[in-house]
């Protein structure tokens, strides 16, 4: 298997323009996490799917923010407007289900998508 | 939600040198993962532990999940230049909650 694949790698656009990131996770994998990370706040969880529905979006900073998965093998964060704040690197992981099985819990991250906006 | 306290922030070391870190919470978890990060990529796993009291080595690397389910530690042993990095504990019990990371340096 590839790992988890985020796109684009880096993406640098202006203030106010919309900006998307995309996930492919693991195949069979029921359980996709997106977090942003950011050097005054670290790892923050942002939205986790399982079986392609959102559990908690709870994380997600304001209705800039959106996030979709409409298949097993896909998943989007869109921000739109995007501002200079939402610059960091957002990343993408995805696991097995909580079934208590050994490995099961384990997140595998992608290579993240590093966002500067100006 | 829950709050990750992981410690030191920091610690510069000498080639050779055993380190040791460790996160606390005010929730349980009903597991307890460690991670590394290299710049430029995502964190990769080191060690998952999944019972109370739970001890596991991988290589140098010794971690344990604390008996009340709050807390664990991770060890390294005999460091090596290629240590360098973040470590990241994290802890699940539905989601995922990662500590801020302890910065790791080696010097030769």
């Known amino acids: 298997d590839a790992g988890v694949i985020q796109s684009p790698r880096h993406e640098v656009t202006e203030m106010g323009q919309e900006v998307t990131l995309r996930c492919k996770p693991i195949s069979g994998h029921d359980y996709l996490f997106w977090y942003r990370q950011t050097m005054m706040r670290g790892l923050e969880l942002l939205i986790y799917f399982n079986n392609n529905v959102p559990i908690d979006d709870s994380g997600m900073p304001e209705d800039r923010f959106s996030a979709k998965m409409p298949n097993a093998s896909f998943s989007t964060l869109k921000i739109q407007p995007s501002e200079p704040r939402d610059s960091a690197v957002y990343f993408c992981a995805s696991s097995l289900g909580l079934a208590g099985v050994a490995g099961a819990n384990v997140l595998t991250f992608g290579a993240g998508s590093r966002l500067t906006v100006l | 939600g829950q709050q990750l306290n992981q410690s030191p922030q920091s610690m510069f070391i000498q080639e050779g040198e055993d380190v040791s870190m460790n996160c606390t919470s005010s929730?349980?978890?009903?597991?307890w993962l460690w991670y590394k990060q290299d710049p430029g990529e995502g964190p990769v796993l080191l060690i998952a532990l999944y019972k109370a009291g739970e001890l596991t080595s991988n290589g140098r690397l010794t971690a344990q999940f604390g008996i009340t389910r709050k807390d664990s530690f991770l060890n390294i042993s005999a460091s090596i230049p290629s240590d360098v990095g973040i470590y990241f504990c994290a802890g699940r019990f539905n989601d995922m909650r990662f500590g801020a990371g302890t910065r790791l340096t080696v010097k030769p």
């Open positions: 929730s349980i978890f009903n597991t």
